[in-house]
């Protein structure tokens, strides 16, 4: 038996219909919505900006090494999010121009990386999604382990295989499967009150008695 090494089979993933409802929904009222606890700061894009989601096929490799990560090419459907668990190290890159330029080929959706990229100014000047924690000049290894569709952690996030991921320039979510369609519900209302209020503003009509109602609630004292 090979431990962490092994390529599991995926059993769900989120409908291409629920990730199109998502695509207008910024990934901060989605933050909001999901109690302000979940998703991670850390990755940001490496791409020339814009908005990323799909489901996840998870990828947990060691650091450095990215034989899995190839796999997960092979074995992605149009539309997937390749999710790598690389330990956050950030010595050796994880992908390049040549594995983004065969992912975008194929189909894929994007990277989320956790861990480093190279060839960072050609990745810069395309539009294909690449997130992740950083960028080194050093190559990757093809020696494994790692495995394929198995639960991973991100800064704490976990990701499931099939998971809703959603990232923008703010910063990249985990959106649980089962909780997906009631939280993008939530997240239509949400994004549709700041819109509002944001309407209030620009009317000359916003109310900020709030402000010093919460400041008296907490014991701020006004002084001459």
């Known amino acids: 038996m090979a431990i962490g090494f092994a390529i599991h089979k995926a059993k769900r993933k989120v409908s ?58 092979d074995l992605a459907q149009p539309g997937d999010i390749i999710v790598v668990d690389a330990g956050g190290i950030l010595v050796n890159a994880i992908i390049g121009e040549i594995m983004s330029t065969l992912a975008e080929k194929k189909g894929v959706a994007g990277f989320v990386i956790d861990g480093s990229i190279r060839d960072a100014g050609a990745i810069r000047a395309g539009s294909f ?53 009631a939280i993008c519900k939530l997240t239509e209302a949400k994004k549709a009150t700041e819109e509002k209020a944001i309407q209030a503003i620009m009317n000359g009509t916003s109310d900020r008695r709030w402000v010093d109602e919460t400041l008296t609630r907490l014991g701020c004292e006004f002084k001459d």
Request: with cysteine; charged share 20%; proline share 9%.
């Open 129 to 181: 999604p690449v997130f992740a924690a950083g960028v080194a000049h050093r190559g990757p290894y093809k020696d494994g382990p790692g495995e394929i569709n198995c639960a991973i952690s991100i800064d704490g996030m976990i990701v499931e295989p099939g998971d809703l991921i959603v990232a923008d320039d703010d910063g990249v979510l985990c959106v649980p499967y089962d909780e997906a369609a």
């Open 16 to 73: 291409p219909d629920l990730v199109a409802q998502y695509r207008t929904l910024p990934v901060a009222n989605i933050s909001d919505v999901m109690s302000r606890i979940a998703g991670t700061n850390r990755l940001r894009p490496m791409h020339a900006g814009g908005w990323l989601g799909g489901p996840a096929l998870t990828v947990k490799t060691r650091p450095g090494d990215n034989l899995m990560v190839h796999k997960a090419i």
